[in-house]
């Protein structure tokens, strides 16, 4: 029977090198999310139910595309259920490839996720019927879009990523600039720099795990 010289394959140590952060790569694509999943259901929500308000609530009550009122307020707070739900399964279900401490991290983050979106649904429901019509996007807008902001940054402090803390803090900022220029200027800075931001951030995330 042929002997096999074992150590004929580390021979060269940059060879070996380069197979443990090949192996290292290729494990880090295993467990990380798909960035496409985690920013991109937000990033078309934004963009699509943002980009609605503004046509239909736009600055100094300027009304682009002549729809009913609750029709945007709808379609954009049931995609950011979607999209709140969508990024909790994704997180949860990466988190059961690992054990230990950073999986029940990754379990909780992404209940995180489902439950205060489902909780500020909740509670805006009920405050619909006090707020004037004109500043209905401001409320759900505003609010869903400061959580989602804060989500990021907090999940950014789990996994020391710089990226995703960046990219939490840039849209916390687009909320609150778009918050104090007052409605339909809030929309559109939602659904361009917000919206058009995530779809960007998810390409690049999905790039550089490649």
Do not use: C, K
Not at 21 to 39: F, G, I, K, S
Not at 110 to 118: C, K, M
């Amino acid at each position: 029977m042929a002997s096999i010289d074992d150590e004929s394959s580390f021979e060269d140590p940059a060879e070996a090198l380069r197979l443990i952060e090949r192996e290292q790569a290729n494990l880090e694509r295993e467990l990380t999310p798909d960035p496409r999943l985690m920013y991109w259901p937000w990033g078309l929500a934004w963009l699509i139910g943002s980009g609605l308000l503004f046509l239909r609530y736009g600055p100094d009550g300027r009304v682009f595309v002549d729809m009913p009122g609750w029709l945007p307020l709808l379609i954009m707070s049931s995609l950011m259920i979607i999209a709140g739900i969508t990024t909790g399964i994704v997180g949860s279900r990466s988190s059961r490839q690992v054990s230990g401490p950073s999986s029940r991290q990754g379990a909780m983050y992404g209940f995180a996720w489902s439950v205060g979106f489902t909780s500020f649904s909740v509670v805006f429901a009920r405050l619909t019927r006090a707020i004037p019509d004109e500043l209905m996007g401001i409320l759900w807008g505003g609010g869903m879009v400061a959580l989602v902001g804060a989500l990021y940054m907090a999940g950014a402090a789990i996994w020391t990523d710089r990226d995703m803390f960046v990219l939490g803090a840039w849209i916390s900022g687009v909320n609150v600039v778009g918050v104090l220029l007052g409605p339909g200027w809030h929309s559109l800075l939602v659904a361009i720099a917000g919206g058009g931001g995530l779809l960007i951030a998810g390409l690049v995330g999905w790039w550089r795990l490649r």
